[in-house]
């Protein structure tokens, strides 16, 4: 397929062409033919013949398309003047005069795809042999200048009076729309690989790799560090161990910072450097070490481009493209796409640091807005889970605490509404509040009712749900009180019966300071298991559902009493549950009663727990 060269006009004008000039030239050998069967006068049938071929020449002369007539030996029978220009030569006669094959010597050429040219690839050589032709699209390279061109060939039989059979091919330089063409494909593919991931690194890479061989045949990205050096984070060619060459080429022979030219003298001036031709004298010049010049030397390098990746005013890195194998010339032309490139790259490299900043700042703030880890309660099994849903690098609002008291301690998960620094001011306000007020009064219903009168005082709207819970021992295990505001109710797992969820509902925090909340009485035994959820649990989402507190619910049933593994026991249901991306935080608290608490007196006046197990 050749894309929209081999689909355009120039194929339509190619098809013409051919059909006119097959026309021609086998009017001209019909005269002949009737002339000659008349007997007459060579000198009549030469008088005759002269104004069609003056005019098949005048026609063809004139035809800004190349025009050829090459026999079975692959010898030019004939040439118009596009065809002499287009192949180097000052006219027709001196091309028909080129020993057969000095033109094929010129230049290596390969099909679109980048394979070698036969001869037997030709459409004129397919045409003599009596084979059908397609149009044919070729790259072709000068060895000597390295200059590049694409041209479409177009050939079809035409026989000569004494029968031979030729081809007649009309050949069009294409490199132009070609070229125009490689680019913005290229384009379209780099900005959908740049946009495709915030690992900069892996995305500039895959970059390098669709540049090479197509458009360069090394292809290298180096990006400023915060110790402002150039860091080598990506390299291409096909040959994977001239790859590994490289590598180590670059460890073992670093740029130097203060080189005037070269990728540190493209950061600093923040101007591209174009090197069409790479002779050796000019690697003699700038390279001192003969092992390191050998080095650079097997590489081949004919042609190299060095671009700026800058965004904002600044300059973050740097493109480097070389030229080789395909011995190509690099010209003003690919300096400017290169450079449109290198700007889209430096774009995107860009994003992904401010990405993972902001990523690394949310982490941070959440981190410190739950419990470093849960503290140790005599007779209790605790185990919590945390997963940010969203990838926008907002820090959440789901928080959970573990507050010791001097009488059992108190358990809390909440959810701020929103996202951001203002939700998680709202939750470190939230979890600060509820530990120091339960310091005071423990009793759940006091504990929330003095955040909502917090939250209501406060300049802006601060929603959140919370359910707190108070445990304290007792003879059997543990007694638990338990509010809920707004939150999901907590479920309790117990043996020998179905997990079901506890606790009153209530009003969410800061919509009014008069509300009230209900608390309710539990009494726990060893075994029995508590979990506590934010509703990213039970909102995660699959099609057109959510997971929901049913599933939740079957989930449990066949969940381990463990708190971690139950834990886990949720979160591979969820696994397997989601289809698409998860919108929202989901927090988990687990609390096993594993044994009876009782306070002992060491004889100094205070009391320390014990654990018995039952």
């Given at each position: ?9 120039s194929?339509d004008?190619a098809n013409?062409l051919?059909?006119?000039?097959v ?6 050998a019909?005269?002949?033919s009737?002339r000659?069967?008349r007997?007459r006068?060579?000198a009549?049938?030469?008088g005759?013949?002269t ?7 005048s ?12 026999d079975?030996e ?6 118009n ?9 000052a ?6 005069q080129?020993?057969l094959g000095?033109i094929?010597a010129?230049?290596d050429?390969?099909?679109e795809d ?7 690839d ?13 149009p044919?699209?070729?790259?072709i390279v ?6 590049q061109?694409?041209?479409l ?7 000569s009076p004494?029968?031979e ?8 330089d294409?490199?132009?729309a070609k ?15 740049l946009s495709s991931?915030?690992d900069y690194e892996?995305?500039l890479?895959?970059?390098?790799q ?5 458009l ?9 560090d ?5 860091n ?9 161990d001239?790859v ?5 080429f670059?460890n073992?022979?670093p ?5 005037d030219?070269g990728i540190y ?14 002779p050796d ?5 700038s390279?001192r070490?003969?092992?390191q ?15 700026p990746?800058?965004?904002?005013g600044?300059?973050?890195?740097v ?16 300096l400017?796409f ?15 640091r401010l990405?993972t ?15 470093a880890?849960l503290?140790?309660?005599p ?16 820090v ?8 010791e ?7 809390v ?7 951001g620094v203002q939700a998680?001011?709202?939750t ?6 509820l530990?120091t ?9 006091a504990?929330?009712?003095?955040l ?7 300049p802006d ?15 059997s295990?543990a007694?638990?009180r ?5 939150h999901p109710?907590p479920?309790?797992?117990?043996a020998g019966?179905?997990?079901t969820?506890v606790?009153p ?6 919509m009014t300071?008069g509300?009230?909340w209900e ?7 060893p075994?029995?298991t508590?979990?506590?959820y934010t ?19 079957a989930a449990?049933?066949a ?6 593994e ?5 979160q ?5 549950f989601?289809v698409?991306?998860v919108?929202?935080?989901r927090?988990?608290l687990g ?5 009876v608490?009782?306070a002992?007196n ?7 727990p014990?654990?018995?197990v039952?």
């Open positions: 397929m050749h894309g929209g060269i081999r689909g355009g006009g194929q004008r013409t051919v059909a006119l000039l026309g021609a030239v086998a009017a001209a019909g005269v002949a009737r000659v069967a007997q006068r060579r009549q049938l030469d005759g013949l104004p069609t071929r003056e005019q098949l020449h026609m063809l002369a004139n035809l800004s398309e190349a025009v050829t007539v090459t079975r692959r010898r030019m029978r004939y040439a003047q596009a065809a002499a220009d287009l192949l180097g030569c006219t027709p006669e001196e091309l028909l080129l020993p000095t094929a010129q230049w050429s390969t099909h980048g394979r070698p040219m036969v001869a037997e030709v459409p004129s050589y397919k045409i003599v042999n009596g084979q059908s032709a397609e044919m699209l070729t790259r000068h060895r000597e200048t390295g200059e061109r694409w041209r060939v177009k050939a079809a039989p035409l026989r004494n029968g059979l030729m081809a007649v091919s009309v050949i069009e294409v490199t132009e070229e125009a063409e490689l680019r913005q494909r290229f384009l379209a593919q780099a900005g959908a690989t991931s915030l892996e995305t890479q895959r970059v390098a669709l540049l090479v061989p197509g360069a045949d090394w292809c290298a990205v180096d990006v400023v915060a110790n402002l050096r150039l080598q984070v990506a390299i291409a060619h096909v040959d994977p001239k590994a060459f490289a590598r180590e670059r073992r022979y740029p130097d910072p203060n080189d030219s003298g493209v950061l600093r001036t923040g101007r591209p450097e174009l090197y069409p031709e790479v004298e000019l690697l003699e010049q390279i070490d003969p092992e010049l050998e080095s650079i030397r097997a590489i081949g390098m004919r042609s190299v481009m060095l671009i990746m800058v965004v904002a600044h300059t973050i890195g493109l480097t493209m070389v030229s080789a194998e395909s011995r190509r010339s690099f010209d003003e032309d690919d400017v290169a450079g449109d490139l290198a700007r889209r790259a430096a774009t995107a490299v860009e994003n992904a990405y900043e902001r990523a690394q700042a949310a982490l941070t703030l959440q981190e410190s807005l739950l419990p880890r503290p140790a309660m007779g209790w099994q605790l185990a919590s889970s945390y997963a940010a849903g969203d990838t926008t690098a907002e959440g609002g789901d928080f959970f605490d573990v507050v008291l001097d009488e059992g301690f108190l358990a998960v909440g959810d701020v509404t929103g996202k998680a001011a709202l470190a306000l939230a979890r600060y509040t530990a007020a339960a310091r005071f009064d423990p009793s759940p219903a504990v929330v009712s003095l909502n009168d917090v939250l209501v005082h406060r709207i601060s929603l959140l749900t919370v359910v707190c819970a108070h445990v304290v021992p007792s003879a295990g007694r638990l338990l509010t809920s505001a707004g109710l479920v309790l797992a117990r019966h179905a997990p969820t606790g509902p209530g009003l969410l925090l800061g300071g509300a009230r608390e309710t009485e539990i009494e726990l035994a075994g029995d508590l979990l506590f509703d990213g649990v039970t909102d995660t989402p699959s099609g057109g559902e959510r997971f929901g507190e049913e599933r939740l619910l449990l049933t969940a381990p009493a463990d708190p971690q139950m834990i886990a026991a949720v591979r249901a969820l696994r397997e989601q698409g991306d919108v929202d935080d927090a988990m609390l096993q009663v594993v044994g608490a009782t002992r060491d004889g100094a006046g205070s009391h320390h014990r654990v018995s039952s």
